[in-house]
């Protein structure tokens, strides 16, 4: 089943002091460590280099002496000795993502923590924070009807039944829903400033987390040296209606990338059309794909239909790192092989990150003001609008359900601030158009905007990002250094670049059946292997017994060599694979989904070597049988050592290591 587009867009005991020099001398109120509930990297000290706290703050700030939520902090120290006093604050997308689970993983190597602290805090309702609004409603439902092809009043009527369902729970347990929005959002980060002993501070914010800072600029200016909005969220735009006429936009974006380069264009020849005849094929007869629940170790049946396949295209322009992977996946999927498809599917399906509650709330009460039967669809592809109304309806009944409070008109002005702003834009970016991001600067009077032709939603990782991000911080009063613009470049993955081995990401991430098959090849290459123990022993015993002498027939002679050698070449084979694939994690290689970097394409002559050689064997072992020179040990051993290596063959044929030196 497909999920409606609403549902994807959600798809990163010491007391915290900060920086020397700039801390208060003693605690703040309701701050308090806690232990990291992360792991930390190799050289960072708990208390030290990262220190971990919560911050308590009141549901409602209209109402400081009622209920209380507990935010999840974050601070990693700058690798400086005399850090700069204004940090970097980070807020996540969503909304209802974790900060700290996304920038955990990716803050502590960044240049931006030569000069400053950097402070990550999980927003009220998200993953880490207390309570967190998580909604396993939405999974349950979605595990029981992975396999059933439903029509999209179906789908929708599941759906608006699991956001019912949480929204019960959450109100049964004392919640309240309404304090979960924008305003309350902003008055948490100036609060956590404040309890953390900064003067300014430097804010930077992704997808939602550009709408949360338009609203901080908005309510607490007097608290922010900087902003950084990256993959803009203006208020004065309700995305989700816009979704498909954005998601138009970025195929466009795709499609021209690919034709406007030599390789890509020469390899996936007219790739719209190719997307859309596999988009027409599955609306007419879905495929039949596996979805991993890598959390849990478990594996489901599910129908890709047209409108699925569109979503996982949809989702993974939303990541820079799969861009040059997308013509490939269409390609690949149009053939029938569904490897990334089945990745990114995996991921948005079981991604138990997202506080769903969180999204709901904050969209109902800010962005869920618009009229389906009012929205322009001109000059979108018609095929992208299917159901559109009916999703858009879906989102509106949701909200009703939800039943929080309005924000009223107001959150939907723009933002007029002359705090320093840079705005990041992304060429290929599904959901947030660099149109958006020129909208937001208008009424920003000392911003500057910049947009990458080879990101998606989302800048930051970007080298050339990162270092437009560090220069504007470090002198937010000017323009930043932008020339790095002008040699980005996106570098389409073509054929010749990757050898198709897709068992080996399923092995990484520890699939059953992929599992089973290396398992079964490691043990029949043992089997093997013991041709090298066995053989050199019974040699030696016919030396001291005095049967060195005897003559012997020529299967007598090969036969030892070639399951020897045999053993040989799978074990190097292993090997080989083994140290690849170490070498792509290390390096965070994306072709691992596909297989392995036509660079390594040699490693495959060893399993079609062995290959050649168990059909030797097979031979050799039916002379054995013919002929009298063996005795009967002998001749079942080395039968078993033939259909061992016959066995291997078979399993580098069903994965393909049979074929990688000539695909």
Same mark, same amino acid.
């Given at each position: 089943?497909?999920?409606?587009?609403?549902?994807?867009?959600?798809?990163?005991?010491?007391?915290?002091?900060?920086?020397?020099?700039?801390?208060?001398?003693?605690?703040?109120?309701?701050?308090?460590?806690?232990?990291?509930?992360?792991?930390?990297?190799?050289?960072?000290?708990?208390?030290?280099?990262?220190?971990?706290?919560?911050?308590?703050?009141?549901?409602?700030?209209?109402?400081?002496?009622?209920?209380?939520?507990?935010?999840?902090?974050?601070?990693?120290?700058?690798?400086?000795?005399?850090?700069?006093?204004?940090?970097?604050?980070?807020?996540?997308?969503?909304?209802?993502?974790?900060?700290?689970?996304?920038?955990?993983?990716?803050?502590?190597?960044?240049?931006?923590?030569?000069?400053?602290?950097?402070?990550?805090?999980?927003?009220?309702?998200?993953?880490?924070?207390?309570?967190?609004?998580?909604?396993?409603?939405?999974?349950?439902?979605?595990?029981?009807?992975?396999?059933?092809?439903?029509?999209i009043e179906q789908e929708n009527l599941i759906?608006?039944?699991?956001?019912?369902?949480?929204?019960?729970?959450?109100?049964?347990?004392?919640?309240?829903?309404?304090?979960?929005?924008?305003?309350?959002?902003?008055?948490?980060?100036?609060?956590?400033?404040?309890?953390?002993?900064?003067?300014?501070?430097?804010?930077?914010?992704?997808?939602?987390?550009?709408?949360?800072?338009?609203?901080?600029?908005?309510?607490?200016?007097?608290?922010?040296?900087?902003?950084?909005?990256?993959?803009?969220?203006?208020?004065?735009?309700?995305?989700?209606?816009?979704?498909?006429?954005?998601?138009?936009?970025?195929?466009?974006?795709?499609?021209?990338?690919?034709?406007?380069?030599?390789?890509?264009?020469?390899?996936?020849?007219?790739?719209?059309?190719?997307?859309?005849?596999?988009?027409?094929?599955?609306?007419?007869?879905?495929?039949?794909?596996?979805?991993?629940?890598?959390?849990?170790?478990?594996?489901?049946?599910?129908?890709?239909?047209?409108?699925?396949?569109?979503?996982?295209?949809?989702?993974?322009?939303?990541?820079?790192?799969?861009?040059?992977?997308?013509?490939?996946?269409?390609?690949?999927?149009?053939?029938?092989?569904?490897?990334?498809?089945?990745?990114?599917?995996?991921?948005?399906?079981?991604?138990?990150?997202?506080?769903?509650?969180?999204?709901?709330?904050?969209?109902?009460?800010?962005?869920?003001?618009?009229?389906?039967?009012?929205?322009?669809?001109?000059?979108?592809?018609?095929?992208?609008?299917?159901?559109?109304?009916?999703?858009?309806?879906?989102?509106?009944?949701?909200?009703?359900?939800?039943?929080?409070?309005?924000?009223?008109?107001?959150?939907?002005?723009?933002?007029?601030?002359?705090?320093?702003?840079?705005?990041?834009?992304?060429?290929?970016?599904?959901?947030?158009?660099?149109?958006?991001?020129?909208?937001?600067?208008?009424?920003?009077?000392?911003?500057?905007?910049?947009?990458?032709?080879?990101?998606?939603?989302?800048?930051?990782?970007?080298?050339?990002?990162?270092?437009?991000?560090?220069?504007?911080?470090?002198?937010?009063?000017?323009?930043?250094?932008?020339?790095?613009?002008?040699?980005?470049?996106?570098?389409?993955?073509?054929?010749?670049?990757?050898?198709?081995?897709?068992?080996?990401?399923?092995?990484?991430?520890?699939?059953?059946?992929?599992?089973?098959? +290396?398992? &079964? %090849?490691?043990?029949?290459? $043992?089997?093997?292997?013991?041709?090298? @123990? !066995?053989?050199?022993?019974?040699? #030696?015993?016919?030396?001291?017994?005095?049967?060195?002498?005897?003559?012997?027939?020529?299967?007598?002679?090969?036969?030892?060599?070639?399951?020897?050698?045999?053993?040989? +070449?799978? &074990? %190097?084979?292993?090997?080989? $694979?083994?140290?690849?694939?170490?070498? @792509? !994690?290390?390096?965070?290689?994306? #072709?691992?989904?596909?297989?392995?970097?036509?660079?390594?394409?040699?490693?495959?002559?060893?399993?079609?070597?062995?290959?050649?050689?168990?059909?030797?064997?097979?031979?050799?072992?039916? %002379?054995?049988?013919?002929?009298?020179?063996?005795?009967?040990?002998?001749? !079942?051993?080395?039968?078993?050592?033939a259909l061992a290596a016959v066995g291997c063959?078979?399993?580098?044929?069903?994965?393909?290591?049979?074929?990688?030196?000539?695909?």
């Amino acid at each position: 089943m497909s999920l409606p587009r609403f549902w994807i867009a959600l798809l990163i005991a010491a007391l915290l002091i900060p920086a020397a020099g700039h801390a208060p001398q003693a605690a703040r109120p309701g701050l308090q460590a806690s232990p990291c509930t992360f792991t930390l990297p190799q050289g960072e000290r708990e208390g030290s280099t990262v220190v971990c706290a919560t911050l308590s703050v009141p549901e409602a700030y209209e109402n400081p002496g009622g209920a209380t939520i507990e935010l999840a902090v974050v601070v990693i120290k700058s690798l400086s000795s005399n850090p700069r006093p204004d940090p970097i604050f980070f807020a996540q997308g969503g909304p209802g993502g974790s900060t700290i689970e996304y920038f955990t993983q990716v803050l502590f190597d960044s240049p931006l923590r030569n000069r400053r602290d950097l402070v990550l805090f999980d927003q009220r309702g998200t993953l880490n924070s207390s309570p967190a609004l998580l909604c396993p409603e939405f999974l349950d439902e979605t595990i029981k009807v992975l396999d059933e092809e439903l029509t999209i009043e179906q789908e929708n009527l599941i759906y608006r039944q699991a956001a019912d369902n949480c929204h019960a729970r959450l109100v049964s347990e004392g919640i309240n829903l309404s304090a979960f929005n924008s305003y309350e959002n902003a008055q948490d980060v100036d609060t956590l400033r404040q309890a953390l002993g900064y003067q300014k501070i430097n804010f930077y914010g992704v997808s939602y987390g550009t709408l949360l800072g338009l609203h901080l600029m908005k309510a607490f200016p007097d608290g922010l040296r900087s902003v950084i909005l990256d993959a803009v969220v203006p208020t004065n735009i309700d995305f989700n209606p816009e979704s498909a006429r954005t998601a138009d936009r970025a195929l466009t974006e795709l499609f021209s990338a690919c034709q406007a380069d030599p390789e890509c264009s020469r390899a996936y020849p007219n790739l719209e059309k190719t997307f859309f005849d596999l988009i027409d094929r599955l609306d007419k007869q879905p495929a039949a794909i596996h979805l991993s629940d890598s959390e849990k170790g478990a594996t489901y049946k599910a129908l890709l239909d047209g409108d699925a396949m569109i979503s996982t295209v949809f989702q993974s322009l939303y990541a820079t790192e799969l861009l040059p992977l997308l013509p490939k996946m269409i390609a690949d999927a149009s053939a029938g092989r569904w490897t990334l498809v089945e990745r990114v599917q995996s991921l948005v399906t079981f991604d138990r990150t997202i506080a769903e509650g969180m999204y709901y709330s904050v969209i109902c009460s800010e962005d869920a003001d618009f009229d389906p039967a009012k929205i322009d669809y001109t000059g979108i592809r018609p095929r992208l609008l299917k159901d559109e109304r009916a999703n858009n309806e879906a989102l509106i009944q949701v909200c009703k359900d939800w039943n929080v409070a309005q924000l009223g008109p107001a959150a939907d002005e723009p933002v007029v601030s002359d705090v320093p702003a840079l705005l990041l834009n992304g060429r290929f970016d599904p959901i947030t158009p660099e149109s958006y991001g020129r909208l937001a600067a208008q009424t920003l009077s000392h911003s500057y905007v910049f947009t990458f032709p080879n990101t998606g939603h989302g800048a930051f990782g970007d080298d050339c990002a990162d270092r437009i991000m560090a220069d504007f911080i470090d002198n937010p009063s000017q323009k930043p250094d932008s020339s790095c613009i002008e040699q980005a470049r996106i570098d389409f993955v073509t054929p010749k670049d990757v050898v198709d081995f897709p068992v080996l990401i399923k092995a990484l991430n520890l699939e059953p059946n992929a599992l089973v098959q +290396f398992g &079964l %090849a490691a043990l029949l290459g $043992l089997v093997l292997l013991t041709a090298w @123990l !066995v053989y050199p022993v019974a040699w #030696l015993a016919r030396v001291m017994g005095g049967r060195a002498g005897r003559p012997t027939p020529i299967y007598g002679h090969l036969a030892p060599w070639a399951a020897m050698l045999a053993g040989l +070449f799978v &074990l %190097a084979f292993g090997v080989a $694979l083994a140290v690849v694939s170490v070498l @792509l !994690v290390r390096d965070n290689n994306v #072709l691992v989904l596909f297989g392995i970097p036509a660079a390594y394409r040699w490693i495959f002559i060893f399993p079609l070597i062995a290959g050649l050689l168990s059909l030797a064997m097979a031979a050799l072992a039916a %002379a054995g049988w013919r002929g009298t020179y063996w005795p009967g040990w002998r001749k !079942v051993y080395y039968t078993l050592l033939a259909l061992a290596a016959v066995g291997c063959t078979l399993l580098f044929g069903v994965t393909g290591a049979l074929w990688g030196l000539i695909g």
